[in-house]
């Protein structure tokens, strides 16, 4: 099976400056630590590179950085600072002159809420949908998928995705959460209602209170398929981020749990795990 992974973090704090990195995440993760963690793992796959919060001034540099590592990257999301409104589209001129350039972010997650619904940043994230770019939402909590359901009414030419289903609240193995803790179902199915908005199914171990399991993660994948159906989910890994602490190890258990999620619920895997992906950032099916 083709297997095509729509997040995947890359970064090296000898060759780009991190500010957010500290822990077990803070060294580098490049081609040599990504065949750690896909040893054993047998299925052909490629990848889309997501923009890993470099120093905003090193954007393009992080694209160039990426695209000469000997990797199957088929596509990859920049960082495009869209508050600066009008002032950005030289930026995403920039980075469209990129081949493989398929989408932007502007993490949201820890932005007020009501950022991304400013002048600025809509006039920003009208123009990405003019370079006929995809916008990746990294948001957390009730009030920020309210601006991700308020930026789709707003702008509804903008294909957006959801990264890691708003990153909810999952408990830990032992002590699973409700999908309705903190509105987060009910602001899922609202959201889902923007033709314009898809989900990724990444992110979920990273938000874990420590080890998982797949029992404590299929109701929300559930909650997902529910809202979405299952032609608006995309797979994705989130790796390394996800799995600090197991970043060998963690990536082949989560791809694992979304297999026999979707096994279980009868749905198209091929879809799931690459041509849904496809179809949102443009890219020719294999």
């Known amino acids: 099976m083709q297997i095509l992974d729509a997040h995947l973090h890359l970064w090296d704090p000898a060759v ?6 500290s822990g077990d995440l803070d060294r580098a993760f490049g081609p040599e630590e990504l ?11 490629a990848f889309i590179f997501m923009q ?4 905003a001034d090193q954007a393009l540099d992080e694209v160039d950085w990426v695209a000469s590592l000997p990797l199957p990257v088929r ?9 600066e409104g009008a002032r950005v589209s030289d930026h995403l001129a920039a980075l469209t002159s990129r081949p493989r350039v398929v989408g932007v ?15 600025d940043f809509l006039t920003g994230a009208e123009l990405v949908a003019a370079h006929g770019l995809v916008f ?6 009730q009030a920020q998928l309210r601006d991700v359901a308020a930026l789709a009414d707003a702008l509804p030419q903008l ?17 699973p959460a409700s999908p309705a803790v903190d509105g987060w179902a009910q602001s899922m199915q609202d959201l889902a209602e923007r033709p314009n908005v898809v989900c990724k199914v990444s992110g979920l171990p990273g938000e874990s209170d420590g080890a998982f399991s797949a029992a404590q993660f299929e109701p929300f994948l559930d909650t997902a398929l529910e809202s979405f159906g299952a032609d608006r989910l995309l797979y994705a890994s989130d790796w390394p981020a996800s799995f600090a602490g197991d970043t060998a190890a963690g990536y082949g258990t989560w791809e694992q749990i979304v297999r026999d999620w979707i096994a279980s619920r009868g749905l198209d895997a091929d879809a799931v795990l690459r041509t849904n992906a496809e179809r949102v950032y443009g890219l020719d099916p294999l």
């Open 105 to 119: 972010r502007r993490l949201l997650q820890s932005e007020a809420p009501g950022f991304a619904l400013t002048p």
């Open 16 to 21: 780009l400056d991190y500010g957010w990195l």
């Open 52 to 55: 890993a919060d470099a120093r």
């Open 75 to 83: 596509g990859l999301i920049a960082f495009a600072p869209l508050e």
């Open 35 to 45: 065949g750690h963690a896909l040893a054993g793992m047998s299925d052909d796959r």
């Open 136 to 141: 990746d939402a990294c948001v957390r909590g």
């Open 159 to 175: 294909s957006i995705v959801l990264d890691h289903l708003g990153k909810p609240t999952v408990g830990s193995a032992q002590a």
